[in-house]
């Protein structure tokens, strides 16, 4: 038997239950479209749900996509071919309580220019970039996005409500 090439993409791991870890995910050296190696944002968007992850003792672990919460790995192109792609500052608020604040590269048409359209058009996961990182975060385990430092929050009147 012929040993598959695989290139090795270190990764911490985040998982619902609150465990955290630190691990190896394998990907494929080139995607059948031919654009290159696969990415750690394109492995967790296929249609596998366990993944291979060798964990810091050398052990193997099929882990269930879905118990994912995010991944965080050093940055990769996670849009090849478009360097043009609109970034959006965010704040993403996690079902755990915790916040994280990054940029979202909006790869979508000008017909649909939101950050709604991104979110719900967006694979399950997707990705947001933080200060030389990628997370790539799970739909599921997220319960808010909402943008920051736009111009346009400065124009904004603070949100009130009138008693009646």
């Known amino acids: 038997m012929i040993p598959l090439e695989r290139i090795r993409k270190d990764a911490e791991i985040w998982f619902t239950d609150g465990t955290r870890c630190c691990g190896c995910f394998f990907l494929?050296?080139?995607?059948?479209?031919?654009?290159?190696?696969?990415?750690?944002?394109?492995l967790l968007n296929s249609s596998r749900r366990y993944l291979?992850?060798?964990?810091?003792?050398?052990?193997?672990?099929?882990?269930q996509k879905h118990a994912?919460?995010?991944?965080?790995?050093?940055l990769d192109p996670l849009i090849p071919g478009n360097p043009y792609a609109k970034t959006v500052p965010v704040a993403v608020?996690?079902?755990?309580?915790?916040?994280?604040?990054?940029?979202i590269a909006q790869d979508l048409p000008a017909s649909f220019p939101?950050?709604?359209?991104?979110l719900n058009f967006s694979p399950q996961f997707f990705a947001l970039r933080i200060e030389g990182w990628d997370c790539i975060l799970n739909s599921d385990s997220v319960s808010s996005v909402r943008p920051i430092s736009g111009p346009s929050d400065e124009k904004r009147p603070p949100f009130s409500i009138t008693p009646i």
């Open 28 to 42: 494929e050296p080139a995607t059948p479209s031919g654009e290159g190696p696969q990415t750690l944002f394109a």
């Open 93 to 103: 608020e996690l079902l755990t309580g915790e916040t994280l604040q990054g940029t």
């Open 114 to 118: 939101r950050l709604s359209d991104f």
């Open 52 to 63: 291979p992850l060798e964990v810091e003792s050398g052990e193997v672990l099929l882990i």
């Open 68 to 74: 994912l919460v995010l991944a965080r790995s050093a």
